[in-house]
């Protein structure tokens, strides 16, 4: 759910024709000042937040005077909501209110439609009134086909109580706003309240639109940031995961820092064996699972840091960057990775993606790792074989160990742990020779020391290479598809070769998978 | 009998020559399914896995037979258009395996198959399958491990999550009780087929003694099974397991449809109207298997 802000929704209903208040965006006390003043009338200052209920915060101000305007904008910008700062606001002319309605669209999952919902008594009311009196509220289900039609809109205007031309100018704004909502693709919209003025004509005096996060990219003139839903902007590692996940459609990634519990426990130094201190780096697999997972942690006591789910059969490429931007959350004293247990998608990939992360990491906490279903053995093995001598204990588990029994672990092996925490190092990972030779992958590079291959006998990296893409030449490992079929998806960034190599052979295999921005965003810790 | 697929059930695979198509078609085969062809546009006449593969649903029809049910695995974008081919062509029931099909798409899909009297699972599903009989998307895996991992006998899973409906089967196969047929319904928050709707089928079906469901936070999809029990439309008795607890609102697990509305559709309201109704709601997954076999022993004695 891509939410979209009150003067970006006003802005949409005013290109379907729907009348707004007249006014402008402010950033400073200034601004406010000058957008009075050109307005030229009293004003109201609304801050620009996703967060509901701004009336009650005091983030809505009327001024009667642009020096007014200027003083309580002063008030306003720089206002602290839910850990975010208001930098925005909207200036816009009082209306003088004659009556206020509420006008909205809903998805009804029940019927598989959108429904128009509207209600000839609005304002900050209107919950209370749906609860109450629910036959104040009239609505109609739409037929996305035919779209919504002026003789439905009167006739829900009619059923609301609406008569004369009122009836028929709400009728033409309802049937605006579908198309306003329809255009962007938004799952939801609201206009409360919908204004009848005194000048006898229709306004949208507040709306907010939340965009369908699957369809944000065929609106790319809406501007939207991160297609989903969040009611704060979202963190800068949210943003660098972001970008991970946008680039690379192979299984899904989704990341989440989950603020309130670091605004909630404050710094962690000196938290002694209170476990309401503990925070853990949480990797899901699987939106249920991942939920079942979570509960397990959360009910040992621990916190977690973050949200996290990889799953859809992601490469393990993509679990690889997970773990660093999980592991770049500072603090953590343990890391579990649990999803529903009995996986469809192929778990080797994701245990070769952990075990690049964790020893690039050095990785010092205690980590469990559920790995259940599909390949779970192969998956166990990986993990056992490859992560014994870093300094934090991982242990793996499948499908018959239940998250309960694996939490438990968790809680075993950070006590076992003496209070270690994760402290976010920025440890490069070691960089292949300059012009060695190598091949592009749809996300990163593979690069071979030649030197080092010829050395080895085994060329166990053709053997690992589950795609098949690699051959010797003249002794040497080269690709045995073009470097192009390679670079669209031939090379699946299993990691398989690069693993194989390290601990086999002479680890002449380096493969890059570069997360732009969070290099910087380590050092800026 | 299971619901809405069995060994008979004649399939295609819409986008049989792409990546997932080609691999969950092996595993459609390997496990006993009745795949009758294939559709990827320009590729007509190649084969996979054995399978032909045709320009068009209709050229399907017409050189193989009666289609029933299309399994549909192109990207996301294109799943509107094979949808409404599928169901111009009068397929009866469609599996829409993608992930990330914008709501509109969805809601056009869904007032077609409407005009159809056709229905659809998904989007966002890994599938549906029949123990011993048939699987349709990707549930398993593998066939050698859906065959391990899933007995047939007396009990419906609906489920919300793929992860969860694989693993709720698989706990309850290895206690030894045995499924009709399981069904990840998708986790978007408009599904052609939702929990109410798999229910009615598991009432109707003979084989069905006990059904299992879970929910998630969001949707309104676990209030109207209770609603169904209620007013006496299901009579089956029913498990259910919600996830979310630990959801805070605004926070979305994965799922578009996981959201906390203004307390329609949280995890306590969920919870609530289904003991309300009747349901054994439980805590933990550990607790299906056992709360099974409590009540499918119940059953017999009476």
């Known amino acids: 759910m891509a939410k979209l802000y009150e003067y970006q929704s006003k802005k949409l209903l005013h290109d379907a024709g729907i009348r707004i208040p007249q006014g402008g965006l402010a950033g400073t006390p200034e601004e406010a000042r000058e957008l009075a003043e050109a307005l030229g009338k009293p004003v109201v200052l609304k801050i620009q937040t996703w967060v509901t209920g701004r009336a009650a915060l005091g983030g809505i101000q009327f001024a009667e005077t642009p020096e007014e305007a200027e003083e309580k904008a002063r008030g306003l910008l720089g206002l602290k909501v839910k850990a975010y700062v208001i930098d925005r606001i909207l200036v816009e002319e009082k209306l003088a209110i004659r009556a206020e309605y509420f006008a909205g669209l809903v998805m009804d999952d029940a019927r598989k439609v959108p429904l128009l919902v509207f209600s000839s008594t609005g304002g900050s009311g209107v919950e209370e009134i749906a609860r109450h009196s629910p036959d104040k509220i009239v609505t109609i289900p739409i037929d996305v086909r035919t779209g919504l039609r002026e003789f439905e809109t009167r006739d829900l205007a009619h059923k609301a109580g609406l008569t004369g031309p009122i009836q028929l100018q709400v009728a033409d704004v309802l049937v605006r706003l579908y198309k306003a909502a329809r255009t962007v693709e938004a799952r939801s919209a609201e206009v409360n309240p919908l204004v009848l003025a005194e000048d006898g004509n229709i306004y949208a005096a507040d709306c907010h639109l939340v965009v369908d996060d699957y369809a944000v990219h065929r609106h790319p003139e809406l501007g ?91 490469p393990a490429s993509k679990v690889y ?124 590079r593979v690069s071979f020391n030649h030197d080092r291959c010829r050395k080895c006998v085994s060329k166990a990296c053709v053997g690992a290479c589950t795609p098949g893409i690699l051959k010797v030449e003249n002794d040497l490992p080269v690709l045995a598809v073009s470097p192009e079929d390679a670079r669209r998806g031939k090379c699946t960034e299993c990691l398989a070769c690069e693993i194989q190599c390290r601990f086999h052979e002479r680890a002449a295999i380096f493969i890059e998978l570069p997360i732009p921005g969070l290099e910087a965003y380590r050092k800026s810790l | 009998m299971s ?11 819409q986008g049989i020559t792409g990546r997932e198509g080609m691999a969950r078609t092996r595993l459609m085969k390997e496990y006993g399914t009745n795949v009758v062809g294939g559709v990827t546009p320009g590729r007509g006449g190649q084969e996979v896995e054995g399978v032909p593969v045709f320009d068009s649903v209709e050229e399907a029809r017409e050189k193989t037979g009666p289609v029933d049910i299309s399994v549909i695995f192109v990207p996301a974008a294109l799943v509107r258009d094979a949808a409404l081919e599928a169901l111009a062509a009068d397929v009866k029931l469609l599996v829409l395996v993608p992930d990330r099909v914008p709501i509109y798409d969805v809601l056009e899909i869904a007032r077609t198959a409407e005009d159809k009297g056709a229905r659809f699972v ?174 499918l022993a119940t059953a017999t004695e009476a």
């Open chain 2, 122 to 295: 998904g989007p966002n599903t890994l599938g549906l399958l029949s123990p011993g009989k048939a699987v349709l998307g990707m549930i398993g895996g593998r066939a050698e491990r859906a065959r391990e991992w899933f007995l047939r006998g007396p009990v419906g899973v609906s489920s919300r999550s793929g992860g969860m409906t694989s693993s709720i089967a698989y706990y309850l196969s290895k206690a030894g009780i045995g499924l009709s047929t399981i069904v990840h319904v998708g986790g978007d928050p408009i599904i052609g087929t939702s929990h109410p709707e798999v229910m009615a089928l598991f009432q109707d079906d003979p084989e069905t003694k006990l059904a299992v469901m879970f929910g998630e936070i969001g949707t309104t999809q676990e209030e109207r099974v209770a609603d169904l029990i209620q007013s006496g439309r299901f009579t089956k008795p029913l498990i259910a397991y919600i996830g979310g607890k630990a959801a805070k609102s605004g926070t979305r697990f994965s799922h578009a449809g996981a959201i906390v509305e203004g307390g329609r559709g949280s995890y306590e309201t969920k919870v609530q109207r289904l003991r309300e109704a009747g349901a054994h709601v439980v805590d933990a997954i550990a607790d299906i298997p056992k709360k099974a076999a409590e009540l």
């Open chain 1, 224 to 314: 939207i940031e991160i297609a989903r839903e969040f009611d704060r902007p979202p963190t800068v590692l949210e943003k660098i995961a972001y970008k991970v996940e946008e680039k690379d459609h192979r299984g899904t990634f989704y990341f989440l820092e989950m603020a309130e519990n670091r605004a909630e426990s404050g710094p962690v130094e000196g938290a002694g064996a209170d476990a309401d201190e503990i925070l853990i780096g949480f990797h899901g697999a699987g939106g249920g699972g991942s939920m079942m997972s979570m509960d397990a942690v959360q009910a040992k006591g621990f916190k977690t840091a973050n949200y996290c789910d990889t799953s859809g059969n992601p």
């Open chain 1, 321 to 444: 960057r997970a773990a660093k931007i999980i592991l770049s959350q500072p603090g953590l004293r343990g890391y579990f990775a649990s999803g529903s247990g009995v996986a469809s998608q192929e778990q080797y990939n994701s245990a070769r993606g952990l075990v690049k992360a964790f020893i690039e990491e050095g990785l010092e906490i205690p980590a469990v790792i559920r790995l259940g279903g599909n390949c779970e053995e192969e998956a166990i093995r990986i993990l056992a074989a490859y992560l014994k001598r870093i300094p934090g204990r991982v242990e793996g588990y499948g499908r018959d160990d239940l998250p309960e029994f694996c939490a438990g672990r968790m809680e075993e092996l950070i006590r076992e742990s003496g209070g270690a925490r994760h402290a976010v190092g920025n440890i490069p990972p070691p960089a292949p020779p300059e012009g060695c030779y190598g091949f592009d992958t749809l996300t990163g």
């Open chain 2, 3 to 13: 619901i809405l697929v069995d060994e008979r059930s004649r399939v295609i695979i």
